[in-house]
Structure formats: C-alpha cells, structure tokens
C-alpha cells in the first residue's frame, strides 16, 4: 500500500525535452525531498521542502527545480533534459516532529534521456 | 568526509543464516538517528528499522536488529535466517539534529541469499 505517489514510473526522452516528474503523498507530512540515484549507487540528495511554498537545494547541485503549492505535491522539474540527468529519482516524505521518524519513498521514477 | 561508510560492496549468505552488514559513521553531533532501508531491484526504498543515539538498547524489528556500538561509531544491520527474498541492496543512513530531517546515505551491500 504506497502512500507516495510518483509518476511516471519509467520515462525515456530526447534531448532538450522538458520533464516534470510528479510526486504526491497523502499522509499530510510537511517535510518532502528528492533523491537522485545512479544505479546501484547511493542516494543523493538534491531538493527538499519544509512545507508549502518552502523549498531548498540540497547537497548534490542539479539543474532541476522544485515547487511546493499544495502539502501533498511536489513535482521536479528539468527544463531542458540531458543524457548526464540520467538516472533514478526518489522521492520521500517525513512527518514533523521526532527524529526517528523515517523517509517513506515513492517506487522512484527511471530517467532516461536520449 | 564520508558521513556514512559501508565497505561490503556485496555480500552473499546461506539460506536461513545470519549475515552482518557493516555500517560506521561520523558525526560530532551529540543527537542523531541512523536508518536502515533495503532496496530490491525494483528500486523501491523500504524502511527497516531506527536506531537513536540516545537510546540504551540496540533496536530491533522482526529478523532484523541493530548491534549499535555508539563508541566505535558503527551501527551494524544483522538479519536472522536469511530469506530469499532478502537479496537486495541496503543502504545504511544518518540524519543529525538540526539537518532538516533529510538523511544521508551510504554507498550500499548488495546483499545475495543463496540457495
């Protein structure tokens, strides 16, 4: 049962497209963050949102940009696609308050620019 | 400086043996959680199990405990009788007081159960 919602799950575009990968949750958490991964690699983080209209860079530069409307959606954004932006995205949610609170991750989106 | 550090690339284990996956970290931070997530090759991030550096026993849910040695800064992930569908890989993180909540990750052990 996913209560992070990403899409598309697989996605394969030329170069220079722009691509936004949707992600929405509904377990009304405040914090949210995108991860990218390389295969088989760690996870680095590249956005992240306290709340609405709260948004942040992470520690891995990226040409992406993020928004934050509504709690629930986070969508990230890549104005013009290139091959180096292939990889997976990860998105996760986590409520506020306690530190052992974990990242709950959508099934990820798999980017693939041609 | 590598905040997390897991230096078994991959590893392979027995059907319903134990196996150990190491994890060490650093941090001068005095309050900090570490996770541990496994990843199938479906590329899901599943949550397995948390570890606060205040607390006085090693957590552990189901088959899977943490063996949390706070001096030596390390936060092994042991799985009791392993289980086919435990190959996987599993990632070892850290989140510090005052880090927005986000977690850094380490580099990951693929794990492989045998047969």
């Known amino acids: 049962e996913a209560d992070i919602y990403q899409t598309p799950r697989y996605l394969v575009i030329g170069t220079g497209k722009k691509i936004t990968l949707e992600c929405s949750q509904t377990m009304g958490h405040d914090k949210m963050y995108w991860y990218q991964q390389d295969p088989g690699m760690e996870l680095h983080l590249i956005h992240y949102s306290y709340g609405v209209n709260s948004t942040e860079k992470g520690d891995l530069s990226s040409e992406s940009t993020v928004s934050r409307i509504r709690t629930e959606h986070f969508p990230l954004t890549l104005e013009s696609a290139r091959p180096s932006h292939t990889s997976q995205y990860l998105c996760a949610s986590s409520r506020t308050g306690g530190d052992n609170s974990p990242l709950h991750f959508g099934n990820g989106t798999r980017l693939t620019v041609t | 400086a590598q905040k997390i550090t897991q230096t078994q690339p991959g590893m392979f284990v027995q059907e319903k043996e134990a196996v150990t996956l190491d994890c060490t970290y650093d941090?001068?931070?005095?309050?900090?959680?570490l996770f541990w997530y496994k990843q199938p090759s479906s590329g899901e991030m599943i949550f397995l199990i948390y570890q606060g550096s205040y607390d006085q026993q090693n957590a552990t849910e189901g088959r899977y405990s943490l063996n949390f040695q706070k001096a030596r800064k390390s936060a092994n992930l042991v799985i009791s009788a392993s289980q086919l569908g435990d190959s996987a890989m599993y990632f070892c993180?850290?989140?510090?007081?005052?880090?927005?909540?986000?977690?850094?990750f380490g580099s990951g052990t693929q794990l492989t159960v045998l047969p």
């Open positions: 941090t001068s931070d005095p309050s900090y959680g």
């Open positions: 993180a850290m989140r510090e007081s005052g880090s927005a909540r986000q977690l850094t």
